[in-house]
């Protein structure tokens, strides 16, 4: 239990916008804790804050905006092995008390309280703790923290944005680790009750309460809210087809491609393969409407593999089938600026389900013969992604690579 004194220690911080700020932390954190390594990871800065971060002694690691979570989780590889102490870039105040104790997760609470809101983020935070984990947290949003290599394996990556906090501790917790707070005498700058504060106690509950819904990795590694569902919600005719997508997006196996799901037979790949097309069968009652709902929505769903790119297939698919249901457009462009951004992912409820919907409006629009011109172009997609990674195919072609990097943040 806990990290032993001699643990190499990394101190990471997540920044934005504070290159008022930064110098004096990091400058202050190198005296407190000589034989750390500082990192900073600027979340996307409009100012300088990387450059004063390093010139004041520290590693920055310069990300575009993510969220909180996202640069603390891509910060956190940059850190050597060892002990990480997580700290806040405005906190004023002595850490080193946290590097005495046993738990593995040890959390800083402020002894004063100064300026905040009316505790709702913070309640929020607390309630779902407690019925996640059992654990009843005193104070769990704090971003001070130190964590034993234990801890840091069991937590990392984070849960985005302004969740992480939260969900760190339920999944050390979760682990089996020992969870401390203690009280200490710090500072920071502290949100008011004003229109900028509330906005950003809105967006932190927004995201503490993503934390606890459904989550997954994308190729980046990081853990993101799967948010496709609400695409359906957009257009409820489409529940049933996101449900089947959210069971695997939560209980999938390693399986890929429909050999393999085909030869393991019981996995939630199966359970897409037959209940999307029974789906579209009974609502078209047409075998054509059938097989083309369930290939135009695993097409979409064999494209989501990088940030933006289902929703603009789906995009593509509506202008050549002249439109599609406003309400799921109007959701798929409310949506896009999360997906591209890596602050959120569609998972297979959001692309199976966008997939389902040009299927349905080609039904609508084409002819008979048109509708089996359509299948047979999808049933040659689907085996030329059993082959090959459309995803390769992508970026080994220039014109679809310019076009899939569009909107999309840079490494």
Same mark, same amino acid.
């Given at each position: 239990?806990?990290?032993?004194?001699?643990?190499?220690?990394?101190?990471?911080?997540?920044?934005?916008?504070?290159?008022?700020?930064?110098?004096?932390?990091?400058?202050?954190?190198?005296?407190?804790?000589?034989?750390?390594?500082?990192?900073?990871?600027?979340?996307?800065?409009?100012?300088?804050?990387?450059?004063?971060?390093?010139?004041?002694?520290?590693?920055?690691?310069?990300?575009?905006?993510?969220?909180?979570?996202?640069?603390?989780?891509?910060?956190?590889?940059?850190?050597?092995?060892?002990?990480?102490?997580?700290?806040?870039?405005?906190?004023?105040?002595?850490?080193?008390?946290?590097?005495?104790?046993?738990?593995?997760?040890?959390?800083?609470?402020?002894?004063?309280?100064?300026?905040?809101?009316?505790?709702?983020?913070?309640?929020?935070?607390?309630?779902?703790?407690?019925?996640?984990?059992?654990?009843?947290?005193?104070?769990?949003?704090?971003?001070?923290?130190?964590?034993?290599?234990?801890?840091?394996?069991?937590?990392?990556?984070?849960?985005?944005?302004?969740?992480?906090?939260?969900?760190?501790?339920?999944?050390?917790?979760?682990?089996?680790?020992?969870?401390?707070?203690?009280?200490?005498?710090?500072?920071?700058?502290?949100?008011?009750?004003?229109?900028?504060?509330?906005?950003?106690?809105?967006?932190?509950?927004?995201?503490?309460?993503?934390?606890?819904?459904?989550?997954?990795?994308?190729?980046?590694?990081?853990?993101?809210?799967?948010?496709?569902?609400?695409?359906?919600?957009?257009?409820?005719?489409?529940?049933?087809?996101?449900?089947?997508?959210?069971?695997?997006?939560?209980?999938?196996?390693?399986?890929?491609?429909?050999?393999?799901?085909?030869?393991?037979?019981?996995?939630?790949?199966?359970?897409?393969?037959?209940?999307?097309?029974?789906?579209?069968?009974?609502?078209?009652?047409?075998?054509?409407?059938?097989?083309?709902?369930? #290939?135009?929505?695993?097409?979409?769903?064999?494209?989501?593999?990088?940030?933006?790119?289902?929703?603009?297939?789906?995009?593509?698919?509506?202008?050549?089938?002249?439109?599609?249901?406003?309400?799921?457009?109007?959701?798929?462009?409310?949506?896009?600026?999360?997906?591209?951004?890596?602050?959120?992912?569609?998972?297979?409820?959001?692309?199976?389900?966008?997939?389902?919907? #040009?299927?349905?409006?080609?039904?609508?629009?084409?002819?008979?013969?048109?509708?089996?011109?359509?299948?047979?172009?999808?049933?040659?997609?689907? #085996? #030329?992604?059993?082959?090959?990674?459309?995803?390769?195919?992508?970026?080994?072609?220039?014109?679809?690579?310019?076009?899939?990097?569009?909107?999309?943040?840079?490494?």
């Amino acid at each position: 239990m806990g990290g032993a004194p001699t643990d190499p220690l990394t101190i990471l911080i997540a920044a934005r916008d504070e290159e008022a700020r930064i110098g004096t932390t990091v400058a202050e954190l190198r005296r407190l804790f000589p034989g750390a390594q500082v990192v900073v990871a600027d979340d996307g800065s409009r100012d300088r804050t990387a450059q004063v971060a390093a010139s004041a002694g520290a590693r920055a690691v310069r990300l575009p905006r993510r969220g909180k979570g996202q640069a603390l989780t891509l910060g956190e590889r940059a850190a050597g092995p060892g002990a990480l102490l997580l700290c806040d870039a405005d906190l004023r105040g002595d850490l080193r008390p946290l590097l005495d104790g046993e738990g593995d997760l040890r959390i800083a609470a402020f002894e004063r309280r100064a300026g905040g809101g009316f505790g709702v983020a913070k309640g929020a935070a607390r309630t779902l703790i407690r019925l996640a984990s059992g654990y009843e947290a005193r104070e769990p949003l704090s971003g001070q923290r130190w964590l034993s290599p234990a801890a840091r394996e069991a937590v990392f990556p984070l849960a985005a944005g302004f969740g992480c906090e939260a969900g760190m501790t339920v999944a050390a917790v979760e682990a089996g680790l020992a969870v401390e707070e203690r009280e200490l005498p710090l500072e920071h700058r502290a949100t008011g009750r004003d229109l900028r504060g509330s906005l950003h106690r809105g967006r932190q509950l927004r995201d503490i309460v993503l934390a606890f819904g459904p989550e997954g990795r994308n190729h980046r590694g990081l853990r993101l809210p799967l948010v496709g569902w609400q695409v359906a919600a957009s257009h409820p005719d489409l529940l049933p087809i996101a449900a089947i997508g959210l069971a695997d997006d939560l209980w999938s196996g390693e399986e890929r491609g429909f050999r393999e799901h085909l030869r393991s037979r019981r996995t939630t790949g199966v359970l897409k393969l037959v209940g999307i097309p029974a789906f579209a069968l009974w609502r078209t009652r047409s075998l054509s409407g059938a097989l083309l709902v369930g #290939l135009s929505a695993n097409a979409i769903n064999q494209l989501d593999t990088r940030p933006g790119r289902a929703l603009k297939a789906f995009a593509l698919g509506s202008l050549l089938l002249r439109g599609a249901p406003r309400a799921v457009t109007a959701a798929a462009i409310l949506l896009a600026p999360y997906d591209l951004r890596e602050m959120a992912m569609l998972g297979d409820s959001g692309s199976n389900s966008l997939g389902a919907v #040009l299927g349905f409006r080609s039904v609508e629009v084409l002819t008979e013969r048109q509708r089996w011109s359509a299948i047979a172009a999808l049933a040659s997609l689907t #085996l #030329l992604g059993e082959r090959r990674s459309l995803g390769e195919l992508i970026e080994l072609t220039p014109v679809f690579r310019e076009l899939d990097a569009l909107g999309r943040h840079p490494t």
